[in-house]
C-alpha cells in the first residue's frame, strides 16, 4: 500500500558577515595600512538523510529553517566566525521539489547522503583585501552576501507500516483519525470504508509510523467477498498487524467469533500474512459492560501469548501504550528485514549559466535582473561613495551600461536591480 508523505518548508540560508573598513593606529606609524578583517560566511541548509527515520512528520510542525549569519570581521584582519550549517534530517526515498516551480530539486535515497538546498553567503571583504599598488588606503569594505532561500515541498513515497484488521465497524477509523491527521469518513454501519484509510503517527520527536485503515474484511474474504483478496494484498505488505475487537456487545457479535474467522482468511490467504506480528486492541472500554467481556476475550487469549491493550479510540483511552508498543513492533522489523530492492529514478541538475537581462518597464524606467549583478549590488555599501564608484566601474565591465543605453536610457533615469534604485548616467565611470 503506497503512501505519498508530503512536507513543505522555507529554507533560509544565513548571510555573509560584513567587512570592515578599519587601519592600523600603531604608536609611531602615523598613517597605518587598512586592516579590516573579512565577514564570515553564512551557514547554509542542507537536507540529509537518516535511516533511522520512517516519515515526514517532524517538518509538520516546523515549516521554517533558518540558518545563523556570518560573524563580522573585525580589526587588525581579523575574519568574522563562519556559521555552522543547519541540517535538515529525511527518511531515505524523500524527493525534494522547488515549491515555486515544482522543479526536481534532489532525490534522496543512499545512506547518509545530503545536499544543500540554500546556499550560505560569503562574506564581505574587508578594506585590506583592497588594497592594491595604486590604491593603498581603500575607505570601503563588502557587505555579506545575502543567503539563498528557497521553498521546498518534500514528499515521500510509503508503504504502511501498521495494518489495521477487524470486521467492519470495530472503531478502525475512529482509531486513525485519533492518532493521525487522517480524517476518513465515518458511520455507524459495515463496510463504512470502501478504501483504505492512511495516515502518519507521530509518537516522539524523531518517532513516527504509517498506520493504514483496512477496510472491513468478513467470512470468505480470501476468496474475494466483499473486495477482500484486494485488501489483503494491501495488509500483506504491512510489518505489523494490529487487530481491533469490538468488547462492547453493541454489534450482537462474539469478539472471540470475529477474532478467530479474521486469523481464518489470513491464513487462507496468505502463511506469510498470518506469521506477521500482531498487537491486539480490545476497543470500545467506555461502553458499559465492557470491562467483563475484555475480561473473558483476555482469558481466552491468554495463550496466543500476544500484547494486548484495552483501549477506546473515541476517548483516547489507552491509546499511548498501545502507540509505544507498535512503534517498537515497526522499528524491531525493520531492523530485521532485508532492504528492499526498489526501483529508484535518479536526475542530475544541470547547473545554469549565470546570466543577466534589462529590460524596459516603462519611459524611464528600468529593471536588471540576474544572480551575479544583483550579488554585487545586495554586497555593496551603498551608502559609501567609494564603494559606489566601485560598483558603477563594475556595472561598466558587465556591459550593463551600455544594454541600457542601447535600450534607450537617458541620464535621470531610474534604474532597479533587486532591492537597489541607481540613477542612470550616461558618461562612463573612469577607471
Known amino acids: 500500500m503506497v503512501f505519498v508523505d508530503e512536507a513543505e518548508i522555507d529554507a533560509i540560508a544565513g548571510s555573509g558577515g560584513n567587512g ?5 593606529r600603531e604608536k609611531f606609524v602615523p598613517r597605518g595600512g587598512p586592516s579590516g578583517g573579512d565577514g564570515g560566511h553564512g551557514g547554509s541548509v542542507m537536507v540529509e538523510v537518516d ?8 517538518l509538520r510542525y516546523k515549516h521554517h529553517y533558518r540558518a545563523e549569519r556570518g560573524g563580522d570581521g573585525g580589526p587588525d584582519n581579523k575574519k568574522g566566525k563562519d556559521a555552522a550549517d543547519l541540517v535538515i534530517k529525511v527518511p ?3 524527493i525534494v521539489y522547488d515549491r515555486a516551480t515544482n522543479e526536481l530539486f534532489a532525490d534522496m535515497v543512499e545512506f547518509a547522503q545530503s545536499v544543500v538546498v540554500a546556499r550560505g553567503g560569503v562574506g564581505g571583504r574587508g578594506n585590506a583585501s583592497f588594497a ?7 575607505k570601503f569594505a563588502e557587505k555579506g552576501e545575502p543567503g539563498e532561500s528557497l521553498e521546498l515541498r518534500l514528499e515521500l513515497k510509503l508503504l504502511a507500516d501498521v495494518g489495521i484488521i477487524g470486521y467492519p465497524n470495530v472503531g478502525k477509523s475512529t482509531l486513525i483519525s485519533k492518532v493521525s491527521a487522517a480524517r476518513p469518513k465515518i458511520a455507524d454501519y459495515p463496510f463504512t470504508t470502501l478504501i483504505p484509510n492512511l495516515g502518519v503517527v507521530r509518537v516522539e520527536e524523531g518517532r513516527s509510523f504509517v498506520m493504514a485503515d483496512i477496510p472491513g474484511l468478513i ?3 480470501h476468496e474475494g467477498v466483499g473486495l477482500g483478496v484486494q485488501f489483503l494484498r494491501h495488509v500483506e505488505r504491512t510489518k505489523v498487524l494490529l487487530h481491533m475487537l469490538d468488547v462492547s456487545g453493541l454489534t450482537g457479535r462474539n469478539p472471540l467469533d470475529d477474532y478467530r474467522k479474521i486469523n481464518d482468511e489470513l491464513r487462507l490467504f ?5 506469521a506477521l506480528p500482531r498487537i491486539i486492541a480490545l476497543n470500545k472500554m467506555d461502553a458499559p459492560g465492557a470491562s467483563e467481556t475484555a475480561e473473558q476475550v483476555e482469558r481466552q487469549l491468554s495463550q496466543e501469548d500476544l500484547p494486548l491493550f484495552r483501549i477506546s479510540a ?10 509505544y508498543a507498535l512503534a517498537d513492533a515497526v522499528e524491531k522489523q525493520k531492523a530485521e528485514a532485508a532492504p528492499l530492492a526498489e526501483e529508484v529514478v535518479r536526475f542530475t541538475v544541470s547547473p545554469q549559466k549565470e ?4 529590460r524596459k518597464d516603462s519611459d524611464h524606467e528600468y529593471s536588471v535582473s540576474g544572480r551575479d549583478v544583483e550579488r554585487v549590488v545586495a554586497m555593496t555599501d551603498l551608502g559609501n561613495e567609494y564603494a559606489l564608484r566601485r560598483l558603477h566601474r563594475r556595472f561598466e565591465r558587465l556591459g550593463l551600461n551600455k544594454e541600457l543605453k542601447k535600450m534607450g536610457a537617458r541620464d535621470g533615469d531610474t534604474v532597479r536591480i533587486g532591492a537597489a534604485e541607481f540613477e542612470y548616467k550616461e558618461e562612463d565611470v573612469e577607471e
Open 132 to 138: 592594491t599598488s595604486t590604491e593603498q588606503a581603500p
Open 219 to 221: 467470512e470468505g474474504a
Open 314 to 323: 473515541l476517548t483516547g483511552e489507552g491509546l499511548q501504550p498501545l502507540l
Open 92 to 94: 531515505p526515498g524523500t
Open 355 to 358: 546570466t543577466w537581462s534589462a
Open 270 to 274: 496468505s502463511e506469510k500474512l498470518a
Open 51 to 58: 535511516s533511522s527515520l520512517g516519515t515526514l512528520a517532524d
Open 20 to 24: 570592515l573598513v578599519a587601519f592600523r
